[in-house]
């Protein structure tokens, strides 16, 4: 198994831009789109474990659309073979000052794309 082919590293790199731009600016479109659209897909948030395409959804569409800009720093994508890849994050939001977020998806390749099969987001005190 190849790790960080460039070729796939680049997708993936470039499907993490989109899906960053959709969460700051709330295009719950792309970001549904963005998530597998499977049962087993799962996000642990801040306030919240979502189990099935479906929780997420709902969680999206409800979720307020403001104050969402965020800063991202030492974000790592790796990807495993042509199929798999992880992505790490950590962001800062000015409305939250001593607090560091981090973010964590796991992205599969299906025949529609990219997509996020499993995400943890949470946020602790800044080191």
């Avoid at 929780?55 to 991202?72: Q, V």
């Amino acid at each position: 198994m190849e790790i960080d082919s460039p070729e796939v590293k680049a997708e993936v790199e470039k499907v993490f831009e989109e899906y960053e731009k959709a969460l700051v600016t709330n295009d719950v479109e792309v970001l549904d789109r963005l998530f597998l659209d499977a049962p087993t897909t799962i996000r642990y948030g801040g306030g919240e474990n979502l189990y099935g395409y479906a929780e997420i959804a709902a969680f999206r569409s409800a979720r307020p659309s403001t104050g969402l800009e965020r800063t991202l720093d030492k974000t790592v994508i790796t990807t495993y073979g042509k199929d798999y890849a992880t992505a790490s994050t950590l962001f800062y939001r000015d409305n939250a000052p001593g607090k560091v977020g981090r973010q964590m998806q796991t992205w599969v390749r299906t025949a529609y794309g990219w997509r996020v099969a499993a995400a943890h987001v949470s946020v602790i005190d800044a080191p």
